[in-house]
């Protein structure tokens, strides 16, 4: 029998284009390695997730509380909080979140394919910053 908190990995397309932040107590926190929108993905460290509907009801309750705790410390960064969870490239389940604000490169539309990713110039700065605004410890992970 396998044990979907042990055996979870995370997609090597999400570990290629984030900086890890840590965890809460379901997910995997991420930041989106794009400069130009101040965006952080939650994984659920369960495997085999695909769909919303895969967590069990507690683990949905959780996954809510976390994804409110990730909206606001994001919300005094934009004037809009944008959420998705596409799955259409990464099949793992994930959700992003994302601070936009009016005028931004891809505003009004969704930031996915609008333009080429812009890394940060500093990546580990940024990722402090929003490890901050979670109330996140140093991740060793």
Known sequence: MTNRATD?????RLAADTVTLGELPLCRVLMMNECRYPWLILVPRRAGLVELLDLEPDEARMLWEELHQSMAALRDLGTKINMGAL???????HIHVIAR??????WPGPVWGHSPREPWPDP???AET???????PQCGI
Do not use: C, H, I, Y
């Not at 929003?130 to 996140?136: A, D, I, P, S, V």
């Open 87 to 93: 799955g259409n490239m990464v099949r793992q389940l």
């Open 8 to 12: 979870f990995l995370l997609d090597p």
């Open 101 to 106: 604000t009016e005028g931004d490169p891809a």
């Open 130 to 136: 929003l490890r901050r605004r979670l109330k996140l």
């Open 124 to 126: 580990a700065e940024s």
